[in-house]
């Protein structure tokens, strides 16, 4: 694979979800007449991928969480209505929390995605891209989440079961 780091970026980031969708697209038919289309409007591509890939994290929200961008009254108000996103109504989420704070929202999820990877790709074109639970090649360790650093242990969670049968 021939690939520049910033190209491999590119493919993580649309992998992961870490990019807010463009909403403004227009029709050269009509003279270039410009459509704002959210991205929940769009069942397909990029846009479909960011959907869910938002959608999974505000499900498993437990409001404990501190997220940039999301202060605790917006986190609270994500939790109360996020029944009308288990049946795809965005729009009526949308409503319920506001277009502006909707906005914040959306870029707060989007940084959450880029966290969730391993976005510095290096010039190496041999390097792999190391997403979650992806094996690195040289150590033989999964790549894992760190929720305590205090507490984590990586020869406990971060060694596959075949690594640990030789």
Not at 23 to 51: C, D, M, Q, V
């Amino acid at each position: 694979m021939e690939a520049d780091s910033d190209l491999r970026s590119e493919i993580l980031k649309y992998v992961a979800g870490a990019d807010i969708p463009k909403s403004e697209y227009s029709n050269p038919l009509e003279g270039g007449t410009r459509y704002k289309i959210e991205h929940f409007s769009i069942p397909i591509a990029y846009p479909k991928i960011f959907t869910s890939r938002i959608k999974y994290n505000m499900m498993h929200l437990t409001g404990n969480e501190e997220i940039e961008g999301i202060n605790p009254r917006l986190l609270k108000d994500i939790i109360k209505n996020r029944q009308f996103l288990e049946n795809d109504e965005w729009g009526l989420f949308k409503s319920k929390i506001g277009p502006r704070r909707y906005k914040d929202l959306i870029t707060a999820m989007a940084k959450v995605n880029l966290s969730s990877i391993d976005a510095k790709v290096s010039i190496d074109l041999k390097r792999i891209l190391r997403l979650p639970t992806s094996l690195h090649s040289k150590v033989s360790m999964k790549c894992v989440e760190v929720k305590n650093r205090e507490t984590f242990n990586p020869l406990k969670k971060a060694i596959p079961k075949f690594v640990e049968e030789r």
